[in-house]
DNA sequence: CCAGGAACTTGACACTTGTCAAGGTTGAAT
DNA sequence: ATTCAACCTTGACAAGTGTCAAGTTCCTGG
């Protein structure tokens, strides 16, 4: 009996903990959330955790509370930006009918994606490059450009299907050539040059005969 | 008479004027070669004035007796970094007599250049995203970008020729693979891949038939 | 209702940062 | 030999940094 009251009461114990971790890391994807405005605008280098904290509703004290330090922080802002990112193209893969248009589809999100996202964008470039010096981003960082290079094998390979054939080249050969393109696209975008998304478009419609 | 002399004087003046603007244009660049060994090591995020003056023969304040500010000084790290890469590959295309000696001689150079000079180059991926972020730094960045294009594309069209073909895509999309393979490489060998730098290799060998 | 712990705030700490002004050193022209 | 400007060093300054410990608020279980 007082070994059933025991076990009772620990499944409880470990309820009420597993509850509190969720909230725990509800709270830390907020706070995350939150980060990621300011990295966004200020890149890694620039942005302190007190900034982070001044562009939003919390105190930089809390950000001690939830993450070890800047760079848990800042991991947890990559893993979970990676969550929102790699499905982006997916619904235009499942529902298009024709090569024509997965082609359109996947321009269009392209265009929209640089246009309204690029903040988010041109971190994920700059924590890419911190992880060549940085040893604590490169686990999260090649895992998250792994899944890039999934997503583009997967639209790769459904416009291929559409057209009876097969990707002409690897993955990796892929998505360098896809994320190349957008990163020098971004680049331009940021720096005003108003041909950047009609050239990517231009050079992606193009290039997609071509590699299957 | 006193019109010639000051023309002489002038022209005195303007030479030795002239000296003085190269002397201190060579310190400049001393001081940015100094200051690249710091960068390399730490990232642009990282490095401070007195880091870079620690790691050289230079104290802290002669750095803003030749640079306005630290912008200043990393633009021109990063111009003078430009001329020491663009030319990597020049002597290899245009020494090579067949498509397998292009072939094997980009290979060998990109195999060194991954090896050696791994730390050169995630600084220029590091700059380039923080031209992303500082206006400052874009108009050199774009600079260097058409130019290594122009010399991936120098590559590519030598290498069409010797085959009595010409490049099936355009500089831009050439470049993008490249640079995106390379750069993926590049993170691979930072974090210890063995198999970085060969699967690189593969792929370009690969990769190099079809271009053309 | 109240004790106690979780959640959060505040302010202080030790340190680093870019910048600059005041001074020293050097070398060449007079 | 003196002078003067170019060159460089030094030390100080204010502003900003990550971190943390002490305190406050809030909420829930008993």
């Known amino acids: 009996m007082a070994r059933q009251a025991t076990g009772a009461a620990q499944r409880v114990a470990v309820a009420a903990e597993a509850l509190r971790d969720e909230k725990f890391n509800a709270r830390r994807v907020e706070l995350a959330e939150a980060a990621l405005e300011t990295l966004g605008e200020l890149g890694f280098a620039r942005t302190s955790l007190r900034e982070i904290a001044q562009n939003s509703a919390f ?5 001690h509370y939830y993450f ?3 760079l848990d922080l800042i991991c947890c802002c990559v893993r979970h930006y990676k969550a929102k990112c790699v499905t982006r193209y997916d619904e235009v ?5 024709s090569r024509d248009e997965l082609t359109e589809g996947f321009l269009a999100k392209l265009a929209a994606t640089l246009e309204n996202e690029a903040r988010m964008h041109r971190l994920w470039y700059d924590l890419r490059s911190q992880a060549m010096f940085e040893p604590a981003f490169r686990k999260d960082v090649l895992e998250i450009d792994k ?12 416009y291929a299907e559409l057209g009876n054939k097969r990707p002409a080249s690897s993955p990796a050969a892929l998505y360098a050539l896809f994320d190349g393109l957008f990163q020098s696209a971004l680049l331009r975008h940021l720096a005003n040059d108003e041909k950047a998304i009609p050239d990517l478009l231009d050079e ?6 071509t590699i299957c």
């Open 59 to 63: 105190t930089h004290g809390v950000f």
């Open 68 to 70: 070890s330090d800047k």
């Open 93 to 97: 893969v499942t529902t298009a009918r």
């Open 147 to 158: 899944s890039l290079e999934a997503m583009i094998w997967r639209i790769a390979t459904r």
């Open 204 to 209: 992606v419609r193009r290039l997609l005969p």
